[in-house]
């Protein structure tokens, strides 16, 4: 079983290389959406005085560029016909989250503290495109970079440097679907991480994951067509 998912990794690979190769037509753009973060602890009970649980979603805003690859336009098609491409993203993000905590006081008594969280980031993706006609359906792995992240309970106008609870990097993955309208791409996506997100620190100690879900918006300025058909009146 093992070996057939190998071989069939490596024939997907191995297409999406040579679509690359082969590509012909080239579009450049930028992208501007809205984040929707969801932190979540991976354990809730910290110990026996300190209780941890997700908090309300934050909202963000995301900025970045995005290059396209892929075959050259040819006729339109009735029925099913389906494209690939290649397309690399890089975004600049204004995130954020939160955490909520319980801590016992005795007798039966405990505080309920929310903890806002900023961060500054870049995701890096490469991702596959599958265009049926103008639906869209996209899907790949992203890297995460932290250039700056801070803390601020809920009522407090001091914030910390919260550095040390996010790792510097974090690998993840990326998927959502799409509608083309002429140079504009509207898309919602869905984004999780395979390696660690939020790790423990003396500020809280829980290590946590981050749902994210986006609203996208692409405008693409810049095309080049080399294919069959550049000057046919059926494709569009």
């Known amino acids: 079983m093992k070996g057939v998912f190998s071989r069939n990794l490596a024939l997907v690979v191995a297409l999406l290389f040579s679509n690359f190769i082969h590509a012909q037509l080239y579009e450049m753009g930028i992208h501007f959406g809205y984040n929707l973060s969801k932190l979540k602890p991976t354990s809730s009970q910290v110990n026996e005085s300190l209780t941890v649980f997700d908090g309300r979603s934050q909202g963000g805003a995301t900025f970045g560029i995005n290059f396209l690859y892929g075959p050259p336009r040819n006729q339109?098609?009735?029925?099913?016909?389906?494209?690939?491409?290649?397309?690399?993203e890089a975004s600049l993000c204004r995130c954020g989250g939160r955490l909520n905590f319980s801590t016992?006081?005795?007798?039966?008594?405990?505080?309920?503290?929310?903890?806002?969280?900023?961060?500054?980031?870049?995701?890096f993706s490469p991702k596959f495109?599958?265009?049926?006609?103008?639906f869209r359906f996209l899907a790949g792995p992203t890297v995460t970079r932290f250039f700056y992240s801070e803390v601020r309970p809920t009522g407090s106008d001091i914030s910390k440097n919260a550095a040390s609870q996010f790792q510097p990097m974090?690998?993840?993955?990326?998927?959502?679907v799409g509608w083309q309208i002429k140079s504009v791409?509207?898309?919602?996506?869905?984004?999780?991480?395979?390696?660690?997100?939020?790790r423990p620190s003396p500020i809280l100690e829980s290590s946590f994951r981050n749902h994210q879900f986006?609203?996208?918006?692409?405008?693409?300025?810049?095309?080049?067509?080399?294919?069959s058909?550049?000057?046919?009146?059926?494709?569009n």
């Open 214 to 227: 986006k609203f996208m918006v692409h405008y693409y300025f810049l095309q080049k067509n080399r294919g």
């Open 104 to 123: 016992s006081l005795g007798d039966s008594l405990r505080s309920l503290t929310e903890l806002n969280y900023l961060f500054y980031r870049a995701d």
């Open 229 to 235: 058909y550049w000057n046919s009146i059926y494709w």
């Open 170 to 176: 974090v690998f993840g993955y990326e998927f959502g």
């Open 76 to 88: 339109a098609v009735k029925g099913f016909n389906l494209i690939p491409a290649l397309m690399f």
């Open 185 to 198: 791409t509207l898309s919602t996506r869905y984004q999780n991480h395979i390696t660690e997100f939020g």
């Open 129 to 134: 495109v599958a265009q049926i006609q103008k």
